[in-house]
């Protein structure tokens, strides 16, 4: 994969990362702030106080590449995971 591609595919994932966090992480900032959830591309939510806990359950239920991992109530902590 050259350079242009991962760049492409990192700016999309980013930009469905931040919708994905508007439609379905952002009401459980009230009750779970500080927490991490992953979110996969369907709409589903996993949450997590343990940040390394969570990359593996996300990683084995949805897939590489298919979900989001953020630090709820927080802006700067998010990530897509992708293997390969």
């Given at each position: 994969m050259k350079?242009?591609?991962?760049?492409a595919w990192l700016k999309e994932r980013a930009e469905k990362?931040?919708?994905l966090y508007e439609m379905y992480g952002k009401?459980?900032?009230a009750k779970h702030k500080g927490e991490f959830?992953?979110?996969?591309?369907d709409g589903e939510?996993?949450?997590s106080?343990?940040?390394?806990h969570l990359e593996v359950?996300?990683?084995e239920k949805f897939g590489s590449g298919h979900y989001g991992l953020k630090r709820i109530g927080y802006r700067a902590e998010g990530k897509w995971r992708r293997v390969g």
């Open positions: 350079q242009a591609e991962i760049d990362d931040a919708r009401a459980l900032e959830v992953a979110i996969s591309d939510v996993l949450l106080k343990d940040k390394q359950e996300a990683f």
